[in-house]
């Protein structure tokens, strides 16, 4: 589930998202059917939830494929009651075959016209399919993604992770919406149109960043667009080893580059050369703050500080009371003006060395 990186200076251009109020949707969702397609790998505390969350939907699914991808924790066990349950079809392996793998071997019995991939570790919001479906404003749409939030703010790096979704959806997502090249559709929770997915090979496999690829590769000919009215709720990383794990993952997309650059829409080539600016001048930031302190011109450290940290926390606070999160996210401010340092090493570290596996 890659993001943008989540560390820019104080004047960046992401700042101009926030003069972005909607996107473009239709006032009603078209009446078809979706299927729901949750892969399933060693999910046993969160599994059962996902189901519920999609079962509440307001708009019904025609079917959910559940696909047990060899799981061993025990959750082959929990799944067991669903195997004769109506609306749901099961499809256990006996070994591991990864993400990719499990959902491109369920979309052959996908029959609706659009299919909604869900994590077996996110849960729906009730109004989340009917929302997502409000996306499809045009036939040229053939992806749509929503708003991601934490599902648990109980440790820093969950606290951090919230302020770093709620400022990076309401300033980046919206620009990028705009002019058309939005950087990827979340793989925790995404609606597609089916046929589109099927002619273009389904999940990509060769890659650490799946959701990405598979972003760029619908922005050659056509479109995607993301709606904040359709939420979702993901398992985010407990400790901070495995947050470091994550994010080193989620910034490998290099290699997505020659594959794809020279025939994305040039919306999105200038989304990814938005990324690489405002990184490269989050250096500079960092340089100018130096010299600053060097200097001991303490007046200035102070101001761009403080310009810094109004901006993350008034846009951060107005987001948070939209989903009365607001003390977790006030929690997090803190922390986020830490863990964004690590954030930018980690960037230029995949940058010139990207991971290779998971």
């Not at 939907?57 to 060899?70: A, S």
Request: proline letters at 5%; one cysteine or more; charged letters at 20%.
């Amino acid at each position: 589930m890659p993001y943008e990186p989540t560390f820019p200076t104080p004047f960046g251009l992401a700042l101009l998202g926030i003069f972005i109020r909607s996107t473009k949707l239709l006032s009603a969702a078209p009446e078809l059917e979706y299927t729901v397609i949750v892969p399933v790998y060693n999910k046993r505390d969160t599994v059962e939830s996902t189901i519920r969350s999609i079962q509440r939907q307001t708009r019904k699914p025609h079917e959910i494929i559940i696909v047990n991808d060899g799981s061993t924790d025990g959750t082959t066990e929990i799944l067991q009651k669903y195997t004769e349950k109506r609306g749901i079809r099961y499809i256990r392996f006996p070994e591991n075959h990864g993400k990719a793998y499990a959902i491109n071997y369920a979309l052959a019995y996908v029959k609706t016209p659009f299919v909604l991939i869900v994590d077996a570790d996110t849960y729906l919001a009730q109004g989340f399919a009917h929302n997502a479906m409000r996306g499809f404003y045009s036939k040229d749409v053939v992806g749509v993604c929503g708003k991601i939030l934490p599902s648990k703010t109980f440790t820093t790096t969950q606290k951090t992770r919230l302020v770093e979704y709620l400022y990076g959806q309401r300033t980046y997502k919206p620009l990028q919406t705009k002019y058309k090249g939005l950087w990827v559709l979340t793989g925790c929770a995404t609606m597609w149109r089916t046929w589109w997915l099927l002619k273009n090979g389904g999940i990509p496999k060769d890659t650490l960043v799946e959701d990405l690829e598979l972003t760029w590769k619908a922005q050659k000919k056509h479109l995607v667009n993301y709606n904040p009215d359709a939420i979702c709720f993901t398992e985010d990383p407990e400790t901070f080893k495995a947050y470091l794990q994550q994010i080193e993952r989620w910034f490998s997309w290099r290699p997505a580059m020659p594959k794809h650059f020279k025939e994305i829409r040039k919306g999105l080539k200038f989304t990814i050369l938005w990324v690489l600016g405002e990184s490269l001048s989050f250096l500079i930031y960092l340089a100018i703050m130096i010299y600053l302190l060097t200097t001991f011109q303490w007046l200035f450290v102070i101001l761009m500080l403080l310009i810094d940290t109004l901006i993350l926390t008034i846009i951060t606070y107005i987001e948070a009371r939209k989903i009365f999160m607001v003390k977790q996210a006030m929690a997090g401010i803190p922390r986020y003006f830490f863990i964004r340092y690590v954030n930018a090493s980690l960037f230029f570290k995949a940058l010139i060395k990207p991971k290779n596996k998971w």
